[in-house]
């Protein structure tokens, strides 16, 4: 079976563009994470969506918003990038979204974001 | 919040060497624990997990026990390979949040050199 597929691997935007993230989870998965990893970080969490609804929010701004599609696939948007932006944006995807003690997360590749 | 605090690194080892790098925690409720790998270029890699205190985690002889009593989380391998060059991560998981959202430590460089 295939992993996590995201896309595009590569990106290069300048500062106040708009960006769309795309990712695939793992067939049979419904829940799918974002997080960002900056340069030299640990990644941190941006969304969880599970079934097509927000699960969690992490500490981010308005400018980050995201949305699952009936086929459990995802986008991360991001407008108005800020060079802080610059980051490696990591989506995982789990099989379930609650009910279960444990929920392994299995990560794509990910997509380098650079702004300018 | 929840928080997780491992030590810095980089961490430079020759091959064989018995490699340790400590993991700390701090989460309201019974987080899962977790130690994942990033090899350079590539996403992450779940290297091993914890689901319940004294639980150990093991895989590709690492080892990790979910020390509860000490919040602590460390990472062990008796003779480390130059191929175990890598970024290592501990994270927690703590369904108390209302998602399983990952919370990670900044990472730990390993180095192995023959």
């Known amino acids: 079976d295939a992993g996590v597929t995201q896309s595009p691997t590569h990106l290069i935007k300048t500062r106040g563009q708009q960006v769309t993230l795309r990712c695939s989870p793992i067939?049979?998965?419904?829940?799918v994470s974002w997080y960002q990893q900056v340069l030299g970080q640990g990644p941190q969490f941006i969304f969880q969506?599970?079934?097509?609804?927000?699960?969690g929010r992490g500490n981010f701004p308005d400018r980050f918003s995201a949305r699952q599609f009936p086929n459990y696939s995802s986008e991360l948007n991001v407008n108005a990038l800020l060079l802080g932006d610059s980051a490696l944006y990591l989506c995982?995807?789990?099989?379930?979204?609650?009910?279960?003690?444990?929920?392994?997360?299995?990560f794509g590749p990910g997509t380098r974001l650079t702004v300018l | 919040g929840d928080s997780v605090t491992q030590m810095e690194g980089p961490v430079t080892l020759s091959e064989e060497a018995f490699l340790t790098i400590n993991c700390t925690y701090t989460?309201?409720?019974?987080?899962?624990l977790f130690w994942y790998v990033q090899y350079p270029g590539e996403g992450l890699q779940l290297l091993l997990k914890?689901?319940?205190?004294?639980d150990k985690g093991s895989n590709k002889g690492f080892e990790a026990t979910y020390r509860k009593e000490t919040t602590s989380f460390h990472l062990e391998k008796g003779s480390v390979q130059v191929s175990d060059s890598a970024v290592y991560f501990c994270?927690?998981?703590?369904?108390?949040?209302?998602?399983?959202?990952?919370?990670f430590g900044k990472g730990t460089k390993l180095s192995v050199i023959p």
């Open positions: 067939s049979g998965h419904k829940s």
């Open positions: 995982a995807s789990s099989l379930e979204g609650q009910g279960s003690s444990y929920n392994e997360q299995f």
């Open positions: 994270a927690l998981s703590d369904s108390g949040a209302g998602s399983y959202q990952l919370t």
């Open positions: 914890a689901t319940k205190a004294d």
């Open positions: 969506y599970y079934e097509k609804e927000e699960r």
């Open positions: 989460a309201t409720g019974y987080p899962s």
